[in-house]
T-cell receptor, first 113, second 110 residues
Framework: ETGVTQTPRHLVMGMTNKKSLKCEQH?????MYWYKQSAKKPLELMFV???????ENNSVPSRFSPECPNSSHLFLHLHTLQPEDSALYLC????????????FGPGTRLTVT | QKEVEQNSGPLSVPEGAIASLNCTYS??????FFWYRQYSGKSPELIMF????GDKEDGRFTAQLNKASQYVSLLIRDSQPSDSATYLC??????????FGSGTQLTVLP
């Protein structure tokens, strides 16, 4: 595997379900990110991890819970989501935070029914 | 004023023409600038980055940066239908993370 991978690529879940999104980066980077992209809207930064430590939480509802066990893996745990949470969820990584370019995974298309 | 502003488009150019995409920003402390291409339903792909004033060329792409006027642009020469996508401008400034614009949708007409 190369670059940034995400699983699953597509997910349909009910409002009472619990699911997790997984991201893995094979670039040797130290920072990882979760973004949300809704239709016709710009990228929304959700969480930032740098060296496994969460450095940013952009007022994300608690029904989204991130986990970063090491610098290569990032999870987003989902529970009791709302239909408006349906979106493309993108993981990205970079060497450090701030000035460095970010590389994105293919995303998980989430539909909440 | 938004931190990063892009004309949402759609911008249409004929095949073979030069497509010019512009981005203005408000943070004078911005140091690094990036252009991403995003095809419909896909994730953003980094295509160019520029740190210094002036032009940077990579194949058919040229990024232009003018820090005094606070704009960065992307020129695509000999545009192809496969260049049709949304182009996102991003920059690093006083915020600790990259700030993205909302993107410009480009359509190259065959």
């Amino acid at each position: 595997e190369t670059g940034v991978t995400q699983t699953p690529r597509h997910l349909v879940m009910g409002m009472t379900n619990k699911k997790s999104l997984k991201c893995e980066q094979h670039l040797g980077h130290n920072a990882m990110y979760w973004y949300k992209q809704s239709a016709k809207k710009p990228l929304e930064l959700m969480f930032v991890y740098n060296f496994k430590e969460q450095t940013e939480n952009n007022s994300v509802p608690s029904r989204f819970s991130p986990e970063c066990p090491n610098s290569s893996h990032l999870f987003l745990h989902l529970h009791t989501l709302q239909p408006e949470d349906s979106a493309l969820y993108l993981c990205a990584s970079s060497q450090g935070t701030g000035k460095d370019e970010q590389y994105f995974g293919p995303g998980t298309r989430l539909t909440v029914t | 004023q938004k931190e990063v502003e892009q004309n949402s488009g759609p911008l249409s150019v004929p095949e073979g023409a030069i497509a010019s995409l512009n981005c203005t920003y408000s943070d004078r402390g911005s140091q690094s600038f990036f252009w991403y291409r995003q095809y419909s339903g896909k994730s953003p792909e980094l295509i160019m980055f520029i740190y210094s004033n002036g032009d940077k060329e990579d194949g058919r792409f040229t990024a232009q940066l003018n820090k005094a006027s606070q704009y960065v642009s992307l020129l695509i020469r000999d545009s192809q239908p496969s260049d049709s996508a949304t182009y996102l401008c991003a920059l690093s400034g006083s915020a600790r993370q990259l700030t993205f614009g909302s993107g410009t949708q480009l359509t190259v007409l065959p």
